[in-house]
């Protein structure tokens, strides 16, 4: 899957470190309502194809990972600041 670097000289792995790199940061450094949306432009940074399917839960057991995903937020980011914004603004 990864034999794309074998074929890198150093310049090149030193790119791809710093592409991918920068990728990782925007992800990391989303913060409000952006925490929550599909990501394609992170799985967009691996040489392979993104396949078009992706299963999504059917909405109370979406909702439900959501909550528990925001209760998480609480207990590892307790002093986090509050982005009280609705979605758009």
């Given amino acids: 899957m990864d034999s794309d670097l074998d074929e890198m000289d150093r310049e090149r792995l030193v790119e791809e470190v710093k592409r991918l790199r ?45 909550i528990a995903y925001r209760a998480s937020l609480d207990r590892e980011l307790a002093n986090a600041p509050v982005h009280d914004k609705e979605f758009g603004e």
């Fill in 22 to 66: 920068a990728g990782i940061r925007a992800h990391r450094d989303s913060s409000g309502h952006d925490l929550c949306w599909f990501h394609p432009q992170l799985w967009g940074l691996l040489p392979e194809p993104m396949a078009p399917e992706v299963a999504v839960p059917p909405w109370p057991r979406f909702m439900r990972g959501c």
